[in-house]
């Protein structure tokens, strides 16, 4: 069965810490991994990967994806209070309906 | 702007009632996707559609109801049957011809039992 695993399932930081979040996955025909932000509402798109060990930046935010391992990380350097929200894993494959999600990370960044 | 509308934000139900939950996008996505997110559980596929008139079922369909009459439109019924239904509602929709493109998601409904 496709499975994602995200760790830790919850983080408290302090503003300037640098976090790495993990996802794992099990998926069939694998297509890309992707990366969200979820704050209160909607998730918000953040990376999409689909090559193995090339890193994807987007200001402090860091992705990269281990296609060996079955695995990506997701780093976030000198963290702020806005980074506060649950980040979402989801891989995705070449079936019609296969967009998979972890559960979560909550991070929790502390002045 | 472009964008995945959904309606309303809050939504209680009584018991035995459906009650439906709507979701319109102007993205020109052929796909559209509802999923449910319980705490602690990430998201969940309820159904998934990839062009008007047709739509699977997702991985916990049982309860749930879809149509897709029109290409902006995807609106889901929670029937009586969905014995737990309170959740937060999410809808998606993506360019699946396009490579490349994520999935957009509308802002939720928080649906409770009254």
């Known amino acids: 069965e496709d499975k994602v695993v995200q760790s830790p399932l919850s983080l408290v930081v302090h503003e300037g810490d640098t976090v790495t979040l993990n996802c794992s996955y099990e998926?069939?025909?694998?297509?890309?991994l992707l990366w969200y932000k979820q704050e209160k509402k909607a998730p918000t798109f953040l990376f999409m990967l689909?090559?193995?060990?090339i890193e994807k930046k987007s200001g402090r935010l860091s992705s990269i994806l281990d296609k060996k391992e079955l695995s990506s990380i997701l780093n976030i350097t000198a963290t702020q209070t806005g980074d506060s929200a649950i980040y979402l894993c989801a891989v995705e494959g070449y079936n019609n309906n296969d967009m998979r999600f972890g559960a979560g990370t909550r991070l929790t960044v502390k002045p | 702007d472009g964008g995945i509308t959904q309606s309303p934000k809050y939504l209680f139900r009584k018991e035995g009632q459906n009650v439906t939950l709507s979701c319109e996008q102007n993205?020109?996505?052929?796909?559209m996707y509802w999923y449910r997110q319980d705490p602690g559980q990430g998201l969940r596929l309820i159904y998934y559609?990839?062009?008007?008139?047709?739509?699977q079922k997702g991985d916990i369909a049982e309860g749930y109801s879809v149509s897709r009459e029109k290409k902006e439109s995807f609106p889901l019924t929670v029937t009586s049957a969905q014995k737990n239904p309170t959740a937060f509602y999410l809808c998606?929709?993506?360019?699946?011809?396009?490579?490349?493109?994520?999935?957009?998601f509308g802002d939720g409904t928080r649906l409770s039992i009254l």
């Open positions: 993205l020109n996505h052929d796909a």
């Open positions: 998606a929709s993506s360019d699946r011809a396009a490579s490349n493109q994520p999935q957009h």
């Open positions: 559609s990839q062009i008007v008139n047709d739509f």
């Open positions: 689909t090559s193995s060990g």
């Open positions: 998926v069939t025909n694998f297509r890309s």
